[in-house]
């Protein structure tokens, strides 16, 4: 069911960002819209196929085995075997600030990442914790869906900042509308948010829930979560494209009032409420 559904938002995000680049397009007329239909199925082609690599490579991720990281790598075979899935890539990411995240298309072409703040901060049970979550999400397929949602929160930034460039709205000599260019710039970064928000917080719950089970108990994950959040909050995550918030396990950039309506997680105080409260039932 949670795999059906995934697949359903798949086909419905990659739909909306070739109709979004057509849209978009019109402002410069016919050739425009199929300059930029072209455009959107290039992207389209390069999200499905390449959104892991890239996202690996905007963290610096260096791929890892088990000559290179022996205790990691064995880890998460031994995760990957109990939740019946194929070892996927390992990598380790340079950044201090602690986090971990999965991507990949389906679980034959998936990957895992953790950051070295993480493998610093975590203990063993934690970091177990962490690695059963990020294969709950890849079991799942929020891979594909939560990177494919990446690009498309990134597209609408670079269309926001591509429109105040070349003119919002096209030139008004040529009957282009200000107002409507700057409704598309300002819906286009609430439509960023949102998608983000509709992508990641129902399925933390999910993988939090399955990565317990994988994992074969909630405290380690539960635990992991309060480290993680605690730390988050005083060593930010210096990364490149913040589009890509929703693909960690906690939010990297910790907001306030307004921008917590728009943030990619749910609260982790009630992720952890879950996770124990599961545990007691």
Known sequence: ???????????????????????????????????????????????????DRIAVASMRGVEVDERTAPDLHRMIKRLADRAGLPMPRVYVCPQEAPNAFATGRNPRHAA??????????????????????????????DTLTSTIAATIAGVFSILAQSMLFFGIGGNSREGGHPLAGLAVVLLGALGAALIKAMISRSREFVADADGAKIAGSPHGLASALQRLESVARRVPLHNPNPAMNNLFIVEPFVGQALTRLFASHPPTEQRIAALLGNART
């Open 1 to 51: 069911m949670v795999t059906a559904l995934n697949n359903f938002k798949t086909v419905v995000l990659l739909g909306a960002l070739f109709g979004l680049f057509v849209w978009v397009g019109s402002f410069w007329g016919v050739q425009g819209m199929i300059f930029a239909g072209v455009l959107a199925t290039l992207m389209n082609f390069g999200a499905y196929f390449f959104s």
């Open 112 to 141: 895992v990442a953790v950051t070295q703040g993480a493998l610093r901060l975590l203990d063993e049970r934690e970091l177990e914790g962490v690695m059963a979550h990020e294969l709950a999400h890849v079991k799942n397929r």
